[in-house]
């Protein structure tokens, strides 16, 4: 499948609402010499700007299912290859901020401990009391990590036990969508039993160190288990668009209204859960967070029609290009790279929000064109396969 240019930018516009959570909660102006925190912008969608994460989590399975799902149902996916492209995509530049992240904690004299080892594996997902330790956003990396690992065997489920071999299309009969339905259910049943019963066992074994499994929120929020639901939402839209139907269902301006109005409900969404975080309901805020990852589903398929005008508005060169350096963008924020640009875009006034921006792509570009172009090219020829070659 080619690159659908709109979705490689809403990576950048998911990547920034993450920023601009960390920026309204962890950098707010009256700690930086500025004016008061309810000053910026659309603060309360900002203060629920993690639900970023949902947005990655639902476009990866999107993008995975529809470039590898029809390979795997045909008995055709190279496992090598697909790994090795999995790990060239992101553990280089994760170990190279990982690395100057820990050598500025020793210079710091912070002596090495088994914490590290936590956080230099990108296992800290695993770990409640050590998820924001080393690079603090890298948590979601470990259930990327444990997606990837996951995704082949799902679609081989799903190719044996509902939709038949092969990459043919198939028409989707209710006794065919039923059993696609139970795949990714019992997928979802299977995942979270794992890591409730990796809670359990950890508590039955007395495994403390770094709250290994932590308790049921932690699973929730920050394991495959309890976040496979927003991955398989983007694989159901992945098969969607698989069928070649979109192009009547959303022609003329409805790919438009349709993203049009996912992003108004994404936007809604952020405020609800604001409230809900106000009222301390965990209810409403999990509600909130679902209905990002549904109403994400929508605007990725209206997105995929790139033809409408909502689509060649994302498509824009620039635009683009900070969508395939967001990955840096992403896991820049909280780390000590971060404290230089803080510093130089202090004292600029209204101007500080746009510069430190600006400095932030600077060096994910630079991370981009230096480090991760070249190593995920150099890893993937390398260790390949003939699959590769």
């Given at each position: 499948?080619?690159?659908?240019?709109?979705?490689?930018?809403?990576?950048?516009?998911?990547?920034?609402?993450?920023?601009?959570?960390?920026?309204?909660?962890?950098?707010?102006?009256?700690?930086?010499?500025?004016?008061?925190?309810?000053?910026?912008?659309?603060?309360?969608?900002?203060?629920?700007?993690?639900?970023?994460?949902?947005?990655?989590f639902v476009l990866s399975g999107f993008l995975i299912t529809r470039l590898y799902y029809d390979r795997f149902a045909a008995g055709q996916g190279a496992l090598?290859?697909?790994?090795?492209?999995?790990?060239?995509?992101?553990?280089?530049?994760?170990l190279f901020f990982a690395a100057i992240q820990h050598a500025v904690l020793l210079l710091r004299g912070t002596p090495p401990s088994a914490d590290w080892l936590v956080t230099c594996t990108m296992s800290q997902g695993f770990f409640r009391d050590l998820r924001y330790a080393g690079l603090p956003t890298a948590w979601s990396l470990t259930i990327e990590e444990n997606f990837y690992a996951v995704a082949p065997a799902v679609y081989i489920a799903l190719a044996a036990l509902a939709l038949g071999r092969g990459p043919g299309l198939r028409p989707w009969r209710p006794a065919v969508t039923a059993r696609f339905t139970a795949v990714?259910?019992?997928?979802?049943?299977?995942l979270f039993g794992v890591a409730a019963g990796a809670l359990l066992l950890a508590r039955a074994l007395g495994w403390t160190f770094g709250g290994f499994m932590g308790d049921l929120p932690h699973v929730m929020h920050a394991t495959l288990g309890g976040r496979f639901p927003e991955f398989a939402l983007g694989i159901a839209c992945a098969f969607v668009h698989r069928q070649g139907r979109?192009?009547?269902?959303?022609?003329?301006?409805?790919?438009?209204?349709?993203?049009?109005?996912?992003?108004?409900?994404?936007?809604?969404?952020?405020?609800?859960?604001?409230?809900?975080?106000a009222a301390g309901s965990a209810a409403q805020n999990y509600a909130g967070s679902y209905a990002v990852a549904l109403l994400t589903g929508l605007l990725i398929l209206a997105l995929t029609r790139e033809e409408s005008r909502a689509s060649?508005?994302?498509?824009?060169?620039?635009?683009?290009?900070?969508?395939?350096?967001?990955?840096?963008?992403?896991?820049?924020?909280?780390?000590?790279?971060?404290?230089?640009?803080?510093a130089l875009t202090d004292p600029l006034g209204p101007w500080?929000?746009?510069?430190l921006c600006l400095l932030m792509n600077l060096v994910c570009a630079a991370c981009y064109e230096l480090i991760e172009k070249p190593a995920r090219r150099g890893l993937v020829a390398r260790f390949g396969g003939a699959a590769a070659a």
């Open positions: 499948m080619k690159e659908i240019r709109s979705l490689t930018t809403l990576r950048a516009l998911a990547a920034f609402l993450v920023f601009m959570y960390h920026y309204a909660w962890m950098f707010p102006p009256q700690t930086r010499g500025g004016a008061a925190a309810a000053a910026l912008p659309l603060l309360p969608l900002w203060r629920s700007g993690q639900v970023g994460v949902s947005i990655f090598r290859l697909y790994f090795v492209k999995r790990v060239a995509r992101i553990w280089p530049l994760f990714l259910a019992g997928a979802a049943a299977i979109l192009a009547t269902v959303l022609r003329g301006g409805r790919a438009t209204a349709v993203a049009l109005a996912s992003a108004a409900g994404i936007a809604g969404c952020l405020w609800w859960k604001d409230a809900a975080l060649r508005a994302l498509s824009g060169g620039w635009a683009v290009y900070l969508g395939r350096i967001s990955y840096g963008f992403y896991l820049l924020q909280l780390t000590v790279i971060m404290e230089p640009l803080l500080r929000l746009p510069a």
